[in-house]
């Protein structure tokens, strides 16, 4: 786990050392443990220093900040190279299936100076070319370059896991692992995309496609690797080298499906437990985190587990007791953070670098606690559940679809059953389900006119819609047309669309705290048998979301915990924070920044703001996506086209 970053001057300007440094500077938190530079002149042979100032006159520069995991010597240090001078890399990340890939490339006659990954990635590389990616079973970001071929290829994990941004600027080209290092280079600007900030806006969404909040930097897409010619500035597009199977369908009976289920989850933990540093664990008491702890336990009988739970200072939303199952159950070193209102205003200018680019909600500053807490208790290695809900179902809109799905599919009896036993659930009734379900039936022509009878318009008037308009954004529904199974479809775009900043909330407050955290759910085998399962086996004809997954942890988890029907994650008492924390808000909505914002209307903002204070109007999480894009602006001295 590590920080990366690289440039290529097209113009073969030579790279200043200085700037080396400021990238390494900016990503030293992601690797506190090591640092280095590699040089390219295009002719020689690439050099590699702890010192910039040694490598003078290169027009091709990689840097690489090490968090060190496996093989904690210097044999692991990054930027490494083959042998013969070919090939070399910065990667960030963890291969899990290192081990094996090793033994199969020693069988090939390939042999080894270091116990890395690194080294087994760079020589599966040199071997397989881009066909290794296939091959992996991990998260990763790397950047790989080959003086013979003239050319860097850069590659992301099937997830997007770990993050790699890049920018074109005055014809050259840079990448690196966090937004705030590419804003380090002079040429790149922190210009607003506002697509992107209309997304986020309205629908809360970021790190989707290739676009980011700021219009001259991309991201990799997960899944999708870039091939840049040394020789030559053009642009070149991403290509997608891997994808969810969604036509694969097993005929399987619900018991085998979770016999089969449980042995890829455990098999994912035991390779996600691979460390040369202690390994603990987020800890909820939600049906996914329990269920890493407990598997821990189950794998790893004798070892230590060190759990890290956020407590909510409101009784609605505190699972303790639900955490202290499990850690009980599992013999754990628990340990429990419980921030206040208070404690966000003073942490969130710290919070909103970090992140790079706007949140959803103040739910991520508890995730944030949580991996400070982990640091202070000297832990470096974190397992954590994201991407079961995208997978299984998890979150209470999935009800909707899979209610879609049933009509769709002319289950009308089914669905009547369904609707019946669903909508009994906590935070749900008949009329909000039917209502989110029928949005994914209508036609795209009649989605707008739906949503504005049911107060939830694509054009709110808080926004400034004339700015939008005139820079062509699109206006839509996020829900798009699906066909029959529109359930195992909204599961898809969930993965490949909504996971991806959950993804990047996760990787930005565990590198701010040098933490690796590893999500064993994410692995291609997982999904692919997943997504091959009856849209039933991942929610119940009563409702019941996960429930092929609940039936593999039996026996292993606490039923109590598998029988838990609520569902509240790392959810904080936003509402009642933002109202203690009044002053604060309303500094940020009169502010200077905010009124140079042309995104928003910001008479409206204000008069929207005083009626949920007067109790006239219902909270939602506009309120924090305002002052968060406010603050994100300040920050990053974020500037807009006029």
Not at 450 to 471: D, S, Y
Not at 556 to 561: C, E, G, L, N, S
Not at 568 to 588: C, D, H, M, Y
Not at 603 to 621: H, L, N
Request: hydrophobic share 40%; proline share 5%; aromatic share 12%.
């Amino acid at each position: 786990m590590c920080g990366i970053a690289g440039i290529v001057k097209f113009d073969r300007l030579p790279i200043e050392p200085q700037l080396l440094k400021n990238l390494s500077n900016s990503l030293h938190l992601r690797g506190p443990d090591d640092f280095g530079f590699l040089a390219w002149s295009g002719t020689a042979p690439v050099k590699i220093s702890h010192n910039p100032d040694h490598l003078q006159n290169c027009w091709l520069s990689l840097v690489h900040c090490r968090l060190s995991i496996l093989d904690l010597s210097e044999a692991g240090s990054q930027p490494m190279v083959t042998p013969d001078g070919r090939y070399s890399i910065v990667f960030n990340g963890e291969i899990y299936n290192y081990l094996e890939l090793q033994t199969e490339l020693k069988s090939l006659g390939y042999t080894f100076n270091s116990h890395s990954d690194t080294e087994v990635l760079l020589t599966a590389y040199s071997h397989w070319g881009m066909q290794t990616l296939n091959r992996l079973v991990g998260m990763f970001a790397f950047a790989v370059l080959d003086t013979h071929t003239r050319k860097l290829f850069l590659a992301r994990d099937f997830f997007g896991i770990k993050p790699l941004y890049y920018a074109y600027f005055d014809n050259n080209f840079a990448f690196a692992s966090e937004i705030k290092t590419l804003l380090e280079i002079p040429g790149i600007s922190p210009q607003a995309n506002p697509q992107r900030i209309y997304d986020y806006l309205r629908f809360g969404l970021t790190d989707f496609g290739g676009e980011t909040l700021f219009a001259d930097i991309y991201q990799l897409p997960a899944a999708h690797y870039l091939e840049v010619s040394l020789d030559s500035p053009e642009e070149v597009k991403p290509v997608r080298y891997w994808q969810v199977n969604l036509s694969d369908r097993l005929e399987i009976s619900f018991t085998e499906a979770a016999e089969q289920l449980r042995d890829l989850f455990l098999d994912n933990v035991r390779l996600h437990l691979r460390s040369d540093v202690p390994v603990g664990a987020a800890l909820s008491g939600g049906i996914d985190s329990s269920s890493i702890v407990m598997a821990m336990r189950y794998l790893e009988p004798g070892i230590d587990i060190h759990t890290f739970t956020y407590i909510a200072d409101d009784t609605r939303l505190n699972e303790e007791q639900w955490a202290d199952i499990v850690g009980k159950a599992a013999n754990c070193i628990m340990h429990k953070i419980q921030p206040t209102a208070t404690d966000l205003v003073a942490d969130l200018n710290h919070l909103i670098h970090v992140q790079d680019q706007p949140f959803g909600s103040t739910s991520i500053y508890a995730q944030h606690r949580v991996f400070q807490l982990a640091q202070s208790a000297g832990i470096k290695v974190m397992l954590d559940g994201q991407g079961a809900d995208e997978l299984l179902g998890g979150y209470r809109p999935y009800l909707a679809a899979r209610l879609a799905s049933l009509i769709r599919q002319g289950k009308f009896v089914k669905a009547s059953e369904f609707l019946q036993k669903a909508s009994s659930f906590p935070d749900m009734n008949k009329l909000t389900l039917l209502i989110a379900g029928g949005e994914f039936l209508l036609p795209d022509y009649l989605k707008a006119p739906a949503r504005l009878l049911v107060g939830k318009e694509l054009t709110p008037p808080w926004l400034n819609i004339a700015w939008f308009a005139e820079r062509d954004v699109k206006f839509y529904s996020i829900i798009q047309h699906h066909k029959s199974d529109i359930l195992r479809e909204e599961l898809h775009q969930s993965l490949e669309n909504s996971l991806l900043p959950l993804l990047r909330y996760e990787d930005r407050n565990s590198m701010a705290y040098s933490i690796e955290s590893r999500v064993p759910f994410l692995t291609p085998a997982l999904a692919n048998f997943i997504f091959s399962l009856p849209e039933e086996f991942i929610i119940a004809k009563n409702g019941t979301s996960k429930a092929i997954f609940r039936q593999a942890m039996r026996g292993i988890v606490p039923d109590f915990i598998l029988d838990r029907k609520d569902k509240i994650g790392f959810a904080t008492p936003e509402q009642s924070w933002l109202k203690t924390l009044r002053p604060w808000v309303e500094n940020a909505l009169n502010s200077e920044t905010a009124n140079q914002i042309p995104a928003l209307n910001l008479p409206q903002v204000k008069a929207e703001w005083q009626a949920v204070i007067d109790g006239k109007s219902t909270f939602d999480f506009r309120i924090w996506r305002w002052v968060n894009l406010i603050r994100w602006v300040e920050h990053f001295n974020v500037t807009f086209d006029d």
